[in-house]
């Protein structure tokens, strides 16, 4: 049995805990390695070699970590199909998902590239007589990452590419139920020049996660996950003084509106709601279908369900895998099971047809969905499409706002000025128009709103390099000393 352990000062490093969860393959639902989970002395080791790097790290000039990240751009770029495989063969995405995985999760390590650039603070001569003020971004620390199962590369990217350029160390505590990739990533980030000690992995669970949240050099936590977890996590860092941003789980809406084009919305339905079996924090799992187009839009997502091809992530053809347990795929399940009680109709059924093994739950979609239905209020995170009838643009409005999530949404219409009224009204971090999965570019920054996000910053982009550094101002005189007197006045600029 694989055994995968972890990564500290630069070697693989074996728990002694007598601790692992099992990792499977979800196409097969066979165990196929067993992960360590990490000690609270192993946590320390590893806080201890990032705190010990630090100092040199930090001191080391913008040119030459802006290079160690040109040189991971090289390397991730050089070795995306590993990266996916390895991706796939433990979370269960198709390999084109998982392509696409490395390839939005690169994109945070070029806006890395540019740390010179992003760092760069302010200058003001002359503030007062003989007076200059000036402003500098310095790194916090160490700092860890905890992830979540279903982007196992690209958010452990989000995170430590800025973190690292900024110039910090870094732990990350990945997901156990996918956490072979990332021990792939150590090595790259070794051989792009990375010193020692600087990037550093503890396998584990809550026992693991608690001792970072109360570890006192552990300077800051960055958190992606579902809701409770994620307030928890903020709830404890800050108590403990820490600096945290926590992104929570979601319920995305998008709104059709009548003058939609009804082909091009049940497309996107179909993409951003079965894309990676659901399993996305930007997936569709509510379409809010304006009256007057509704019955043709359910139409038109379940005719062009059976052609959405299911199985094993690495064969060739299969555009939706299976979901990552058979716990998790059960509990999906029983949202279909419970749905006709609750009044909703299961229009195509993805209870049928399942292959014989794996976790797998084929594309669903419910109708006559509202609010108080427990496959609305909970987010299902699997492949089954809710469809919501509602009168127009008002009535999907106050529905969305009313949602406690609010990381993502859509709308689809051909109307310009409701588009732009939609994205003033939305109380929502992430909106697309006619874009059903609106996921910004490294270069802006991730994160929703309400009950999908605790903390001030998003992640990545302009707000994460805010969160990786702590400002500092610094007021210079150089003054002739011979004209030096005393004064015990407030210092004034005029
Ligand atoms: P999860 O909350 O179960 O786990 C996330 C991390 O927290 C893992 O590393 C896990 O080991 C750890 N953890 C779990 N329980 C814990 C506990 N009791 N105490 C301390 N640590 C604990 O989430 P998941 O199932 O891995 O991922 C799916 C969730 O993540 C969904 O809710 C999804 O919406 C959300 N998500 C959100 C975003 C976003 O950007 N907002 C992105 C991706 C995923």
Redesign the pocket.
């Known amino acids: 049995m694989n055994r995968i352990s972890h990564w500290i000062d630069g070697q693989v490093v074996e728990s002694s805990s007598g601790r692992s969860a099992e990792v499977f393959n979800p196409a097969t639902g066979e165990q196929t390695a067993a992960v360590d989970l990490a000690t609270v002395d192993e946590v320390d080791a590893a806080v201890a070699t990032a705190k010990a790097a630090f100092p040199e790290w930090r001191a080391t000039s913008l040119s030459k970590r802006s290079e160690v990240m040109f040189r991971l751009r090289e390397l991730v770029d050089a070795n995306r199909k590993e990266i996916a495989s390895l991706l796939t063969a433990e979370h269960g995405k198709v390999l084109s998902d998982s392509l696409g995985e490395v390839a939005r999760g690169l994109e945070n390590i070029e806006f890395a590239c540019g740390i010179p650039q992003l760092i760069k603070g302010d200058y003001s001569e002359q503030a007062a007589s003989g007076v200059d003020v000036y402003s500098i971004r310095q790194p916090l620390g160490v700092v860890a990452g905890?992830?979540?199962?279903?982007?196992p590369v690209m958010?452990p990217m989000w995170m430590f590419a800025n973190a690292l350029a900024c110039g910090n160390t870094f732990v990350l505590?990945?997901?156990?139920?996918d956490p072979s990739v990332n021990m792939f990533m150590a090595e790259l980030l070794a051989q792009a020049g990375l010193p020692s000690g600087c990037f550093n992995i503890v396998q584990?669970?809550?026992v693991?996660?608690?001792r970072l949240?109360e570890h006192e050099d552990v300077a800051a936590l960055s958190?992606?996950?579902?809701?409770?977890?994620?307030k928890?996590?903020y709830e404890t860092g800050t108590k403990n003084g820490k600096r945290v941003q926590a992104?929570?789980?979601?319920k995305n809406h998008m709104l059709v509106l009548s003058d939609a084009d009804v082909d091009m919305a049940a497309d996107a339905a179909i993409g951003a709601g079965y894309g990676s079996a659901g399993?996305?924090?930007?997936a569709i799992s509510v379409v809010l279908a304006s009256d007057s187009i509704a019955d043709e839009l359910v139409a038109k997502i379940a005719e062009r369900i059976p052609a959405v091809k299911v199985g094993p992530g690495n064969e060739a053809g299969n555009e939706m895998g299976p979901l990552?347990t058979a716990a998790?795929r059960d509990k999906v399940k029983s949202y279909i099971d419970n749905a006709p009680g609750e009044g909703a109709a299961v229009v195509v059924d993805g209870r049928d047809d399942l292959p014989s093994e794996g976790f797998f739950i084929n594309p669903t979609l419910l109708d006559n969905v509202t609010t108080d239905m427990a496959c609305y209020t909970d987010?299902i995170?699997g492949p089954v499409l809710s469809v919501m009838r509602v009168s127009g643009y008002q009535d999907g409005i106050e529905t969305i706002n009313a949602n406690p999530y609010a990381?993502g949404t859509a709308i689809f219409t051909r109307d310009g000025g409701a588009a732009r009224q939609f994205q003033f009204d939305v109380q929502v971090g992430m909106v697309g128009v006619n874009v059903p999965i609106p996921v910004p570019v490294s270069y802006y920054s991730?994160?929703?709103w309400k009950s999908?996000?605790f903390g001030d910053t998003h992640?990545y982009g302009p707000e994460g390099i805010n969160f990786y550094t702590q400002a500092k101002v610094v007021t210079s005189r150089w003054p002739d000393p011979a004209k030096s007197t005393i004064d015990l006045g407030f210092p004034e600029t005029r």
Request: with cysteine; proline share 6%.
């Open positions: 905890i992830t979540p199962f279903n982007f958010v505590k990945p997901s156990e139920k584990g669970d809550k693991a996660v608690d949240l958190f992606v996950g579902s809701t409770p977890i994620a928890y996590i992104l929570g789980g979601a399993e996305r924090c930007m990552i998790h987010e995170f990381n991730f994160g929703g999908s996000l992640m």
